[in-house]
């Protein structure tokens, strides 16, 4: 988990998946990642995914001139608020919008194909993870995301009811979990054990485990080590919980 304030507007750019990770960059993991989005300005927008099929050669072209216009105007603008959460499966390419703060949580690699890197501090020689654009564009889709499948990327923001949900969509769940853990007074929220990244949303409270209490306010940001076993939030405190993907999800070498 990181955090990502978008001061200005992100590059254009896609991550490969893990079949294309395991084929060519010698790693069993890809990365997909999603975003919960922690404040926002009026009209702040991610796009994400193509709005029709874009042809590989025209795609090409763009590229190479770095028109980033064309790749916006062909990408799904999604307003985003505060509390919303955003997957983007590998191979999706996307931008955050100017004026967006995150949490961003993604599998464990820093794999990125920029299609747009005139906005970075980057050259078309940094772009293409060092395997040359023939190949690198083998990771980049061309279809597009239906608004039915956009939907189904996007969770909007709910009330903030004691209790542990999820703040992503459930496609999420093999790459990673996210979850806000609410306690209000007397309603104390257990995790069960596991590696655990946390961060404070709001409030302040205790993080109960078997290690003993720990005072927590908003803004920290700690490490929950599996060894501490289960634990519980209590207070009146919102967390969230970022952790990796259950055991069964998990992708063993190779694997598409």
């Given amino acids: 988990m990181k955090l990502l304030d978008a001061g200005q507007r992100l590059p254009v750019h896609v991550h490969p998946g893990r079949a294309f990770a395991s084929s060519h960059l010698d790693c069993a993991y890809g990365k997909t990642e999603a975003w919960y989005v922690l404040d926002a300005d009026d009209g702040a927008a991610v ?4 709005i029709e099929d874009v042809d590989p050669d025209e795609l090409a072209r763009r590229r190479d001139d770095q028109d980033g216009d064309w790749m916006l105007d062909h990408l799904h603008r999604v307003e985003v608020r505060p509390g ?3 997957l983007v499966p590998a191979g999706i390419p996307h931008s955050i919008g100017a004026g967006v703060f ?3 949580v993604q599998e464990p690699t820093d794999f990125s ?7 970075t501090t980057s050259g078309r020689d940094d772009s293409h993870l060092g ?10 889709s061309h279809r ?4 039915d499948d956009l939907d ?3 969770r909007r923001a709910t009330n903030g009811a004691p209790g542990v949900r999820s703040v992503l969509p459930k496609q999420a769940d093999p790459f990673f979990r996210l979850d806000l853990a609410v306690a209000r007074g007397s309603d104390s929220v257990e995790i069960p054990a596991g590696f655990a990244a946390v961060l404070v949303l709001d409030g302040h409270g205790d993080l109960d485990s078997a290690d003993g209490a720990l005072s927590v306010t908003r803004g920290d940001v700690l490490a929950m080590p599996a060894a501490a076993g289960d634990w519980t939030v209590r207070g009146d405190a919102e967390v969230l919980v970022a952790r990796p993907a259950a055991p069964e999800s998990a992708p063993t070498e190779g694997v598409a």
Avoid: N, P, R
């Fill in 47 to 50: 796009h994400v995914g193509w």
């Fill in 84 to 86: 919303d959460g955003v």
């Fill in 102 to 104: 995150v949490a961003e």
């Fill in 113 to 119: 194909i920029l299609l747009e890197w005139s906005v």
């Fill in 131 to 140: 395997l040359g654009f023939d190949v690198a564009m083998q990771a980049v």
């Fill in 144 to 147: 597009a995301t239906s608004l």
């Fill in 152 to 154: 189904l990327l996007v």
